[in-house]
């Protein structure tokens, strides 16, 4: 059964880079889409983005000009990178294995952005 | 304002039958399957109905999805007061090459 698990600094400067990792337990990175969504507090959710291993990647285009993902296949991983953050990136960050839908979350990660 | 418009919220007394809408255009729902999300207070999305009115295994048949057009709704029947919770509908947009997801709807059981 596929689990996943987010990680990543609980707190980010403004204008700095927002960095977060999701390891794959159960399952392999190099198989389907893997999807990062966030949540503001009290917010809906937002999908930032989505990669596959083979390198495509499908990106939110109001965060597009920010972001990166890619995956590391030796540890089982794939990541996120915002880059520039305002206050307006503090949310909780899921990642979630994508098919035609997402099946499996991870439990969350928050993000502050704050000096 | 998110791409998907869904009722802000809904409400319904145990054992009632209640419907949350989906709205979308010709680029999303009118031409993608739709999936439904619940999200329990503090806990992560779990999915809930996919290709429009699959359920995944585990989930009761109290919960059922439709389609039609532009627009999708999920229904549950027999509410109970561990259903009170956010739904969001979602789904691929062709337009914005990328998934979009309705506003959620705050599901209130009485």
């Known amino acids: 059964q596929v689990q996943l698990q987010e990680s990543g600094p609980g707190l980010v400067k403004p204008s700095e880079t927002l960095s977060l990792t999701c390891t794959v337990s159960g399952g392999s990175v190099s198989s389907f889409y893997w999807s990062w969504i966030r949540q503001p507090a009290g917010k809906g959710l937002e999908w930032i983005g989505r990669?596959?291993?083979?390198?495509?990647?499908h990106y939110n285009p109001s965060l597009k000009s920010r972001v990166t993902m890619s995956e590391d296949t030796s540890k089982n991983q794939f990541s996120l990178k915002l880059t520039s953050v305002t206050a307006a990136d503090t949310a909780v960050y899921y990642c979630?294995?994508?098919?035609?839908?997402?099946?499996?979350w991870g439990q969350g990660t928050t993000v502050t952005v704050s000096s | 304002q998110s791409v998907l418009t869904q009722p802000p919220s809904a409400s319904g007394t145990p054992g009632q039958r209640v419907t949350i809408s989906c709205s979308g255009s010709s680029s999303n729902i009118g031409s993608n399957t739709v999936n439904w999300y619940q999200q329990l207070p503090g806990t992560a999305p779990k999915l809930l109905i996919y290709s429009n009115d699959q359920r995944p295994s585990g989930v009761p048949d109290r919960f059922s999805g439709s389609k039609s057009g532009t627009s999708a709704s999920l229904a549950i029947s027999g509410l109970q007061s561990e259903d009170e919770a956010d739904y969001y509908c979602?789904?691929?947009?062709?337009?914005?090459?990328?998934?979009?997801f309705g506003g959620g709807t705050k599901l209130t059981v009485l």
């Open positions: 979602a789904t691929w947009d062709d337009s914005l090459n990328g998934r979009v």
């Open positions: 990669m596959y291993a083979s390198g495509i990647t």
């Open positions: 979630a294995r994508d098919l035609r839908h997402m099946d499996v």
